[in-house]
Nanobody
Framework: QVQLVESGGGLVQAGDSRRLSCVASGLTFSDYAMTWFRQGPGKEREFVAGISWSGGSSYNVGSVKGRFTIARDNAKNTVYLQMNSLKPEDTAVYYC?????????????????WGQGTQVTVSS
């Protein structure tokens, strides 16, 4: 049984940093692209950052480039999202998703597995 479990969310102040983690189990982690999406209140799910199964990364240039960094540790079956200089508009539920042999940037419908999400709230 495949599970993706996110953690690290919470209430932070604008300008703070936070690191999210997503631990995967039940799959060959190194075969999977891992991606972070987010969904803010009243908004559609949005691509944040992704890392391919081979390690290449991509970011939502418009909203998080330069502030967020994605990384993976295949030995720990974990993908991270380091978020710096957080803004109130970063408030959302953050989800990790896995796609076998993916590029790290695909449409949500193409992902094989999803986590349950972790809430990040940024106060001004």
């Amino acid at each position: 049984q495949v599970q993706l479990v996110e953690s690290g969310g919470g209430l932070v102040q604008a300008g703070d940093s936070r690191r999210l983690s997503c631990v995967a189990s039940g799959l060959t982690f190194s075969d999977y692209a891992m991606t972070w999406f987010r969904q803010g209140p009243g908004k559609e799910r949005e691509f944040v950052a992704g890392i391919s199964w081979s390690g290449g990364s991509s970011y939502n240039v418009g909203s998080v480039k330069g502030r967020f960094t994605i990384a993976r540790d295949n030995a720990k079956n974990t993908v991270y999202l380091q978020m710096n200089s957080l803004k109130p508009e970063d408030t959302a539920v953050y989800y990790c998703a896995a796609r076998r042999y993916g590029s790290g940037r695909s449409s949500p419908s193409q992902y094989d597995y999803w986590g349950q999400g972790t809430q990040v709230t940024v106060s001004s």
